[in-house]
């Protein structure tokens, strides 16, 4: 059983910022890439960020300068710094992480979603 804890969700100012964290529990043997997702109303999942287990990140042109992904792999959890949000960033955001489990001699590796977690960003 794995596990994605979403958590620093909320409302904020427009120009505030925000830090999400993502912990991942249960059997774990490592963790692969890991990223963040966004989906407004009415609008199709985006990806925000990614981060691989050494540490490169990518990020949506919307975000480059003002979001920040990191991850700690002692903790099993991803963060995202949000800084000088805007209106327009104000959507559900989910983790996502792959994840190698152990299977007998073996193991498996499979995507991992957390539950989503709400942002506002309004005056």
């Known amino acids: 059983q794995v596990q994605l804890v979403e958590s620093g969700g909320g409302l904020v100012q427009p120009g505030g910022s925000l830090r999400l964290s993502c912990a991942a529990s249960?059997?774990?043997?490592?963790?692969?890439?890991m990223a963040w997702y966004h989906q407004a109303p009415g609008k199709q999942r985006e990806l925000v960020a990614t981060?691989?287990?050494?540490?490169?990140?990518n990020y949506a042109d919307a975000v480059k300068g003002r979001f920040t992904i990191s991850r700690d792999n002692v903790k099993n959890t991803v963060y995202l710094q949000m800084n000088s949000l805007k209106p327009e960033d104000t959507a559900v955001y989910y983790c996502?992480?792959?994840?190698?489990?152990?299977?007998?001699?073996?193991?498996?590796?499979?995507?991992?979603w957390g539950q989503g977690i709400q942002v506002t960003v309004s005056s």
């Open positions: 249960g059997s774990i043997f490592s963790i692969d890439d």
């Open positions: 981060i691989t287990r050494g540490g490169s990140t």
């Open positions: 996502n992480a792959r994840i190698v489990r152990p299977l007998r001699s073996s193991f498996t590796l499979n995507d991992y």
